[in-house]
């Protein structure tokens, strides 16, 4: 369960995490293996992938439909990952037509 913490904009958070992402590599040298979870992992999808080594999303509020920029741009970026889903994923299968 994720609380109302305030307003919820996932395109600001979004900008702001690959400034995280962005001064981690500046700090390390490497790419950030990102992971999420539920709402905050609707976050990752828009995040900037330039940053980004894989992504690893346990039960996110949902993914990227297919086709779309998103799908479209993590799939240009060649970013691997994996998502894990648990006691909802025949209604995610359902939804996705599968």
């Not at 307003?7 to 001064?23: A, I, Q, R, T």
């Not at 998103?70 to 994996?82: D, G, N, R, S, T």
Request: glycine residues 10%.
């Amino acid at each position: 369960m994720t609380p109302n913490t305030g307003d919820y904009d996932e395109k600001l958070f979004g900008e702001v995490l690959s400034k995280v992402l962005s001064d981690a590599r500046e700090m390390t040298g490497k790419k950030a293996i990102y992971i999420t979870h539920s709402q905050g992992g609707r976050v990752g999808w828009q995040t900037d992938t330039e940053n980004m080594a894989a992504i690893v999303a346990i039960e996110p509020g949902g993914t990227p439909v297919v086709g779309s920029e998103e799908y479209k741009k993590f799939l240009a970026a060649k970013i691997p990952m994996v998502i894990y889903f648990a006691d909802h994923i025949e209604k995610w299968l359902k939804e996705r037509g599968l």
